[in-house]
T-cell receptor
Framework: AQSVTQLDSHVSVSEGTPVLLRCNYS??????LFWYVQHPNKGLQLLLKYTSAATLVKGINGFEAEFKKSETSFHLTKPSAHMSDAAEYFC????????????FGAGTRLAVHP | DAGVIQSPRHEVTEMGQEVTLRCKPISGHNSLFWYRQTMMRGLELLIYFNNNVPIDDSGMPEDRFSAKMPNASFSTLKIQPSEPRDSAVYFCATGTSGDPDTQYFGPGTRLTVL
């Protein structure tokens, strides 16, 4: 069965420092993987997605993620955090059960301090 | 593009009352998903429609919940009778068959059942 584990429920960084949000997945085949972001009182927005093309995926707002099959990881990074990056981030895997059902991780809340 | 529209944005009701949540998908999108988000259980898929037909309702918690999609422009999620444990944020998301991995989320309806 497909699943994702987000290793940190909360991450706190200072503005201007790097961001690392960790995600490991479990899948019996090559999955499609995503990161979504949810700002307070807002819906979810797609940050980036991996669908078996380049292993390094670039997304919006300077975020990127690297698919590492050997480590079953899909960590999200950004070189320099901005105050506006404070939000909840969800790692997501698709489940091929007749349609591309999304399986969400528990989420990582990112706090950015001045 | 107005995006996915959900109404109401907030709903407060008393236990036992009927609640109807509404969703207007992005024009041209033929897939529609209803999700529920709680602190305890995270994001859960309730039901998936494709071309107005329910494809997967395995996430609907019990008979008190029902969802309809009478046409391509409108869907409802109804809870009757409502209970305090139904308090959550309910999201509608839509997508297209041509890009099945990507879903566009509405802003959500925050439901509080007293």
């Amino acid at each position: 069965a497909q699943s994702v584990t987000q290793l940190d429920s909360h991450v706190s960084v200072s503005e201007g420092t790097p961001v690392l949000l960790r995600c490991n997945y479990s899948s019996s085949y090559s999955p499609s993987l995503f990161w979504y972001v949810q700002h307070p009182n807002k819906g979810l927005q797609l940050l980036l997605k991996y669908t078996s093309a380049a292993t390094l995926v670039k997304g919006i707002n300077g975020f990127e993620a690297e698919f590492k099959k050997s480590e079953t990881s899909f960590h999200l990074t950004k070189p320099s955090a901005h105050m506006s990056d404070a939000a909840e981030y969800f790692c997501v895997v698709t489940f091929s059960g007749g349609y591309n059902k999304l399986i969400f991780g528990a989420g990582t809340r990112l706090a950015v301090h001045p | 593009d107005a995006g996915v529209i959900q109404s109401p944005r907030h709903e407060v009701t008393e236990m036992g009352q009927e609640v109807t949540l509404r969703c207007k998908p992005i024009s041209g999108h033929n897939s529609l998903f209803w999700y529920r988000q709680t602190m305890m259980r995270g994001l859960e898929l309730l039901i998936y429609f494709n071309n107005n037909v329910p494809i997967d309702d395995s996430g609907m918690p019990e008979d008190r919940f029902s969802a309809k999609m009478p046409n391509a422009s409108f869907s409802t999620l109804k809870i009757q009778p409502s209970e305090p444990r139904d308090s959550a944020v309910y999201f509608c998301a839509t997508g297209t068959s041509g890009d099945p991995d990507t879903q566009y989320f509405g802003p959500g309806t925050r439901l509080t059942v007293l």
